[in-house]
């Protein structure tokens, strides 16, 4: 059974942080390519904000969240992390992460294979 659990949603107000969760069972993360974040806000398209390689520990980020949010992995523990700093409420989204088997893929969210359940993301003003 291969499946991505994630925790570590929830409120704050502007400026304050989060650290975002994904634990993999079913596979080793460093069996495969890369593991990234996605987050999608009411009407609009689900967009990608960071990825990690598994094997190389490069990361990407996206513009938008550049500066402000740091992705991890600890293979000993089989997670990625996604800590997020100076949260806005433009950031408040469902985030997900997804895992990539056949290669890198970035932000290509067709290079995915495997999808966490989603963690609610709200930031007030």
């Known amino acids: 059974q291969v499946q991505l659990v994630q925790s570590g949603g929830g409120s704050v107000q502007a400026g304050g942080s989060l650290r975002l969760s994904c634990t993999a069972s079913?596979?080793?993360?460093?069996?495969?390519?890369?593991m990234g974040w996605f987050r999608q806000a009411p009407g609009k398209e689900r967009e990608g904000i960071a990825t990690?390689?598994?094997?190389?520990?490069?990361?990407y980020y996206a513009d938008s969240v550049k500066g402000r949010f740091t992705v991890s992995q600890d293979k000993a523990l089989n997670s990625v992390y996604l800590q997020m700093d100076s949260l806005e409420p433009e950031d408040s989204a469902i985030y997900y992460c997804?895992?990539?088997?056949?290669?890198?893929?970035?932000?290509?969210?067709?290079?995915?294979?495997?999808w966490g359940q989603g963690a609610q993301v709200t930031v007030s003003s």
């Open positions: 997804a895992a990539g088997y056949t290669g890198d893929g970035r932000f290509n969210q067709s290079k995915y294979n495997v």
């Open positions: 079913g596979y080793l993360i460093s069996t495969t390519y890369n």
């Open positions: 990690i390689n598994h094997g190389s520990g490069r990361t």
